[in-house]
């Protein structure tokens, strides 16, 4: 990353822009948010295994000057931004459901969504909307 400056104030716009919460269609969005299922579903993506590119916490770290709540921020090559939607396009949702383990999730301290208490189907249905998303 040759500018952190450009980097920060970038991230602070698409943080303004999420924050007004006016969703627009993806092909017009800056930005894409999966929410908070982004832990639950990194989990059955790791329990899954064959994901080429750790979307979640892999890439490079952007040195940038303010901290962010959730750890630094990372960006991909647009290599494994490829080589990441490729495998994520050809796993369908179902795939990752059989990996579905709320006693592993919770060992393991995943961030859990307020569908978690719920019924299974109703987390899992929560979940499958934010992947095909």
Same mark, same amino acid.
């Given at each position: 990353?040759?500018?952190? @400056? ?5 991230? /602070? ?7 007004? !919460?006016?969703?627009?269609? #993806? ?5 894409? @948010? &999966? ?6 579903? $990194? $989990?059955?993506?790791?329990?899954? !295994?064959?994901? #080429?590119?750790?979307? &979640? $916490? ?14 630094? =921020? ?7 931004? +490829? ?8 796993? #369908? ?14 060992? +393991? ?6 569908? @978690? /208490? =719920?019924?299974? #189907? +109703? /987390?899992? /249905?929560?979940?499958? $909307?934010?992947?095909? @998303?």
């Amino acid at each position: 990353m040759s500018d952190p @400056s450009w980097a920060q104030e970038h991230i /602070d716009e698409l943080g303004d822009a999420w924050a007004e !919460g006016e969703p627009l269609p #993806p092909e017009k969005a800056p930005f894409f @948010s &999966i929410e908070k299922a982004w832990h639950k579903l $990194h $989990h059955l993506l790791a329990a899954h !295994g064959g994901m #080429p590119v750790d979307i &979640i $916490h892999g890439g490079v770290e952007l040195p940038l000057e303010d901290e962010l709540d959730y750890g630094p =921020a990372r960006y991909l090559s647009p290599e494994d931004v +490829a080589r990441a939607g490729g495998f994520l396009a050809a796993t #369908p949702f179902n795939e990752l459901a059989r990996h579905y383990d709320m006693a592993a999730m919770r060992r +393991a301290e995943t961030h859990l969504l307020p569908e @978690s /208490d =719920a019924e299974v #189907p +109703a /987390d899992l /249905d929560t979940l499958r $909307h934010r992947y095909e @998303s």
